[in-house]
């Protein structure tokens, strides 16, 4: 009977970590998206997050650009980078390590904010 019970504990805390994991850090992992058009410039980003253990996150971006210069759209460059972020339980928010970005999640809505660039989870 013993072990029946300590069994039952066990399912229960389970059971009870499970549903109380926050909802933001459950979100992230996953590719986003983002797509701008200014009149200088056209771009599309697409973003991969994914969990490097605890609160550590690996960021992947990568920027395909048009440059318009005289009403001409120029050719299709490509830039990649690799972040290092934090996330932080108390504000829900992921926290950039090199440039000090601050990333904002919103799971109920489906993306999340760089600065006032909106990433939608696909």
């Known amino acids: 009977m013993g072990n029946l019970l300590r069994m039952l504990l066990v399912l229960l805390s389970l059971t009870f970590y499970a549903c109380r994991q926050d909802p933001a850090k459950k979100f992230l ?7 701008a058009t200014g009149e200088l410039s056209k771009a ?3 973003l991969v997050v994914e969990s490097a253990g605890s609160n550590n ?3 992947h971006r990568k920027t395909g650009y048009n440059l318009i210069r005289e009403v001409k759209t120029g050719k299709r460059q490509h ?5 290092n972020a934090i ?8 926290y950039e390590l090199r440039r000090g970005k601050h990333i ?4 109920d809505s489906g993306f999340i904010l760089i600065g006032k660039r909106k990433y939608t989870k696909q």
């Open 104 to 107: 904002t999640i919103y799971p």
């Open 87 to 94: 996330y932080d339980e108390g504000t829900k928010t992921l």
């Open 57 to 59: 996150y690996l960021l």
């Open 79 to 83: 830039e990649s980078e690799e972040w």
């Open 29 to 35: 992992p996953g590719l986003y998206t983002n797509s």
């Open 44 to 46: 599309d980003d697409t």
